[in-house]
């Protein structure tokens, strides 16, 4: 399969619900509790954990996000899906946090936002398909 260029790439975009989690600084987890992502920083280890399993686990909830998994045939090595993307949700006044993996992107943003970020991304695929 030949690869496929940004502009390909957004036209195919498939944003996709994947829950709600919370961001929770920790250095203890419960071995119960699925870490979805960690991010060892200096200052502590952040893990993103699925906010059913936070409230199972006692754990302090104050902001919601919701997953939006951004299913589309992509790569490390592709440049501008990242940045187009959160370019968007900005120029919306939609903050987000991205973590790649090595198959797809995956948007947090805040749980009152998310139908307003993925109309936006069903709008920004939309808008790519008249490019091809």
Known sequence: ?????????????????QGEYIYLVSSRIPKDVHVFATVAED??????????????????ITDIYTRITLRVESSPQM????S???????ARSIPCNV???????????PKRMTDD???????????????L
């Open 43 to 60: 200052e502590g280890t952040t893990c993103v954990i699925a906010r059913e399993d936070a409230e199972a686990a006692g754990y302090p």
């Open 117 to 131: 970020a993925i109309e936006l991304l069903q709008d920004l695929s939309k808008q790519a398909q008249g490019w």
């Open 84 to 90: 187009a993307v959160a370019q968007a949700l900005s």
């Open 1 to 17: 399969m030949s690869p496929i260029n940004l502009d390909q790439m957004l036209a195919r975009l498939d944003a996709k619900i």
């Open 79 to 82: 440049v501008g899906l990242t």
């Open 99 to 109: 973590i790649a993996g090595f198959y797809h992107d995956h948007i947090f943003v």
